[in-house]
Every structure is written in C-alpha cells, then in structure tokens.
C-alpha cells in the first residue's frame, strides 16, 4: 500500500514539474523585431524568432498553439510557430492592427491604432468575417475567460467598448480615465482594471453592472496590467517612473518596485511567484519575485521589448 501511494505521489510530482516545464516566457521586442523566449531561471533568452519590421502586440491561439503578432506599419499579423522557431504565415489586416486576442474557435480580433474598429478574422485562413465600429484608436483588446465578451481600450475616447462575441454587438461603451491602454480580468472576471496613460490611475469596471466602481492611484503612465492567479494583487507598470505598482485588497498604498527604463507589458506566470516587465528603453526584462515584492534580476533582450505573456502550451 505504501509502495503504490509513493508511486502515486511521485506521478503527481512529475506531471506537475512536466507542466510547469512546459510553461515559458515570451519577449515580444519592437526595434529588435523579434520574439524571445525565457525559461524559468534562465537569464538570458533560450531563443530568438525574427519578425518583420515593428511588432506591436502579442496572443497566443489557444487552438493552433501559434502566436500572432501586430505590425501597425505593414497592415498584418504574422502567425508564429514557436516550436519550429518560424513565422508561418502572413495575415493581411485593414488598417494599423495593433492590440490582438486568440479566441478558442480560431478567431482573432484585431483592433486598429488608427482607426475606431475591431476587425474579426479567421486565423487558419485570414479571412475578415467581421468589422466592428468601436472609439477611436483602440488600443488592448481583451477576451473574458468564457469568450462570451471582447472589451477594447480606446485610448483616444476615453472609454472602454464591450462586445458580444456571439453577434458582435456593441454591450455597452463605458467612460473611464484619459487615454486608457492596457487591460486586466482579476481571474473571476468579475473586475476589469484599465490602466489610463494620461490620468495616473485605473478604471476599476464591474463586468457584472458594466459600469465603473471605483478609480485606484496607480502612478506615472500606467502602461501595463497584471493580476495575480489568486486575484489578490494587481499589478501596474508606470512607465515614465520606472515602477510597477502592486495595489493589494488589504494594502492601504501600492508598493512601488523599482524596474528598468520605460516598463510597459507584464505577465505573471501562473504559480503567483513570478512576474516579468518588459523595459522598452533598457531593452531587458526585470523578474520580480512577487514573495518579498523586489526585483531580483534583469534579462537583456533584443532592442525595445514591449510586450509580454506566459504561456503554458510551448515546446
């Protein structure tokens, strides 16, 4: 009995260290054109893909497993295997695509820099099913855990549209901060965070009522929004002070951590240990032990990484 109780556990050790391994960090990087890959501990890239001219934005397909990248400046989004290191194929886009989300059915919604709409698009054939009107230059674009809901930042209306994904409908346009960028889901998805450039603060959106509850301090431009696996934490990288901030529910003041120059993206892996900065001006990556809340070391990447995400289906 003993003997196959330690053969049981000692299963259930090893799946857990297979999926953890599996588990990975990419960079996505905008002068350097490339997406990098960090494995856990590592410091420096395990690899490098070359992209064409001036990534924007990063999503992983939940269904293909590639990852799709914006290129503002040459109307596409370029579908990458990260397994074989390539970039497979082209998608051509209406517009400036910069924010981009994967949705299990193979949909991508692509919002344009320079526009006021979300386009929708088959992933496997590129093909444009749909153009949704929402604010002006759309920023992020962020699907809720069931995909029933696509909510887009529009940096240059003030406001934050949401969308039905089953008849691609306009929910409702909700008015925040100035200049919101980057998007949160605390992990019940029942709080939206929308970090706005030009205020200093974040939106806090109940997903429930889709109205704002109530607006947070976060610090000099927030740029960047993460939420922990256990939905206790928020975290917000303020790019012109160099700083994340880290807004607890029981914390009367967010903890600053310093970082590199100019953060932007952040990712948290999915253990709650570990969150990744991307510094657009330092061209590193600060890690940041989110135990004792400090940086613990910095990554060179190549030049100006903007963006960055874990995800759990590498090879």
Not at 136 to 164: C, G, K, Q, T, Y
Not at 174 to 202: C, E, K, W
Not at 212 to 239: F, H, K, W
Request: with cysteine; hydrophobic share 45%; charged share 20%.
């Amino acid at each position: 009995m003993r003997r196959t109780l330690l053969a049981a556990y000692l299963l259930a050790v090893a799946l857990l260290g297979e999926a953890h391994a599996a588990e990975r960090t990419y960079v996505l990087s905008q002068a350097g054109a490339a997406l990098s890959a960090l494995d856990d501990g590592a410091d420096k890239p395990s690899f490098s893909i070359a992209l064409d001219k001036a990534p924007a934005a990063l999503a992983f397909g939940a269904k293909d497993g590639l990852a799709y990248v914006t290129h503002p400046d040459l109307g596409k989004v370029s579908a990458v295997d990260v397994a074989a290191r390539r970039v497979v194929r082209s998608i051509p886009v209406q517009g400036s695509p910069f924010g981009i989300a994967a949705a299990k059915d193979g949909r991508l919604y692509v919002g344009d820099w320079n526009g006021a709409h979300v386009s929708v698009l088959d992933a496997a054939g590129g093909v444009p099913e749909h153009r949704i009107e929402v604010g002006r230059a759309p920023a992020h674009v962020l699907l809720s855990p069931d995909e029933r809901l696509l909510f887009v930042a529009n940096r240059e209306s003030d406001s934050v549209s949401v969308i039905r994904t089953a008849d691609l409908t306009v929910a409702a346009t909700i008015h925040v901060g100035r200049a919101p960028f980057a998007m949160a889901l605390s992990p019940d998805a029942a709080r939206l965070y929308i970090g706005n450039v030009q205020d200093g603060t974040v939106s806090v959106v109940d997903t429930g009522a889709l109205a704002v509850a109530e607006t947070l301090a976060s610090g000099a431009m927030p740029y960047g929004a993460a939420v922990t696996p256990d939905g206790t934490r928020l975290l917000i990288t303020n790019q012109q002070a160099s700083t994340v901030a880290v807004l607890g529910k029981t914390d009367p003041a967010a903890t600053r951590i310093k970082v590199g120059g100019y953060p932007e993206g952040i990712a948290i892996n999915s253990l709650g240990t570990r969150a990744y900065v991307a510094n657009w001006f330092s061209d590193d990556v600060s890690v940041l032990d989110l135990g004792n809340l400090s940086e613990i070391r910095r990554i060179k990447c190549p030049a100006g990484p903007r963006g960055v995400a874990v995800w759990n289906g590498g090879p």
